[in-house]
Structures are given as C-alpha cells and as structure tokens.
C-alpha cells in the first residue's frame, strides 16, 4: 500500500438535500447532506463548465451544531477529506467529510 501524503477537499456550494442527523451505534452524531456545485473554470485555455454533486457528511460536536442551523438552499464553503464508501449494491462514490463548514 502507498502512502498517501495529503487528502484535502475544499468546496463551495448549495445545500440541495436536507441534512439529516443521525447516530452511529458508538453514539457518535453524522449530518448528512448533498452539496452542489456549479462554475465556469479554465483549463487549458478554454472556459469549462464544471458540476459537481457531492454527499458531505460531518461527526460529532461540529454535527450536532449544525443540524439546526443548516437547510436546503444555504450556500456552504466545505473542506476536509474524500473517503469512498460502497452503497447496500456494492456501487462506490466518493463522500466529503466536512471538518470545517462555512456559510457564505
């Protein structure tokens, strides 16, 4: 296995699923929401659309504050790291896990 020396995410978007809190059986609070993103960027000269659609989920402490003060429309700066997970079919995506969230 390699080691990997940086895993940083940064992005900025809206809220577009409501965020749902939950509990994991160790006790430990996860709020789960759906970030898009949406922007013109230049590669190689040329102007690119980008898009992106992203399910972020946040633990602990930072969760439980947020739950009350996060809803569908909110336009949200997120960074930590990407992790991938499989769903119940065996089919992976990528996930943020947000340890920083800011409102914009």
Known sequence: ???????????????????RLTSSPAGIQHLSFVLEHRSEQLEAGFSRRSFVRIAVVMSGDSAVQWANNLKVGDVVQASGFLNRIEDKNGIGKLVLHAQQLVKI
């Open 1 to 19: 296995m390699s080691t990997i020396v940086d895993n940083h995410y940064q992005l900025g978007g809206s809220v577009i699923k409501p965020p």
